[in-house]
């Protein structure tokens, strides 16, 4: 998959259960918190390994941000290519 592609996660209050679950189009993302600060911080932590694991945006920076509303986009840009090589490791 391409890069530039933008991802949403959102934190949905179940009442019955008294967590914070994730509504998203991230592939693998389940996510239950407690808190809404605890879902913001797995959600930062799970999105960009899942994206890369099961989308396979391997060579891509992968930033999650939330909104004012509490919705995460993860959006994700090609990594910029360096024009120097680097040095080799002994």
């Known amino acids: 998959m391409g890069c ?3 991802f949403y996660a ?3 209050w179940d ?3 008294a967590v ?4 998203s189009d991230i592939p693998g993302l389940v996510i239950e918190a407690g808190t ?8 930062r932590h799970f999105a960009p390994d899942l994206l890369r694991e ?3 945006i391997r060579d891509a920076i992968v930033a999650p941000r939330f909104d004012r509303h509490g919705r995460l986009s993860v959006r994700c ?3 910029r290519r360096s024009n ?5 490791v002994l």
């Open 77 to 79: 840009r090609q990594r």
């Open 4 to 6: 530039n592609v933008n």
């Open 36 to 43: 809404l600060a605890a879902f913001h911080k797995l959600t």
């Open 20 to 23: 914070w679950i994730s509504n």
């Open 10 to 12: 959102r934190a949905v």
């Open 84 to 88: 120097y090589a680097r040095p080799k």
């Open 15 to 17: 009442r019955d259960a």
């Open 54 to 56: 099961n989308l396979g």
